[in-house]
């Protein structure tokens, strides 16, 4: 299976940034996308952003598009994501995950998943 380990997260005021990581290792040669979602208090888990391993697609979610942008380093095999101008509504657990096999469309749906890091947390304040 794949091992997804997070780092990154923490406490940060309204308008700074951020980078969150996540390392793969185990059976990942057929990773089709990464992505990142996230878990308010109270609410389901949010998608926020996700792109293809191999080729140029990402995407975003509207709550974020602008701010954030997504990464991938091959050598270190991690999947990363800067947040700029962070806002108190962005304080969320942030969970890593990970998409293996062949696929027709970027993943948005956490069903669509296949394994999932443990969470790191954000708070942003204001």
């Known amino acids: 299976q794949v091992q997804l380990v997070e780092s990154g997260g923490g406490l940060v005021q309204a308008g700074d940034s951020l980078t969150l990581s996540c390392a793969a290792s185990?059976?990942?040669?057929?990773?089709?996308?990464m992505g990142w979602f996230r878990q308010a208090p109270g609410k389901q888990r949010e998608f926020v952003a996700a792109?293809?391993?191999?080729?140029?697609?990402?995407d975003y979610a509207d709550s974020v598009k602008g701010r954030s942008a997504i990464s991938r380093n091959y050598f270190n095999n991690t999947m990363n994501l800067q947040m700029n101008n962070l806002k108190p509504e962005d304080t969320a657990v942030y969970y890593c995950?990970?998409?293996?096999?062949?696929?027709?469309?970027?993943?948005?749906?956490?069903?669509?998943?296949?394994?999932w890091g443990q969470g790191t947390q954000v708070t942003v304040s204001s």
């Open positions: 185990g059976r990942t040669s057929s990773t089709f996308a």
């Open positions: 792109l293809r391993w191999l080729g140029s697609t990402a």
């Open positions: 995950t990970i998409k293996l096999g062949g696929y027709y469309r970027l993943p948005k749906r956490d069903f669509e998943y296949d394994f």
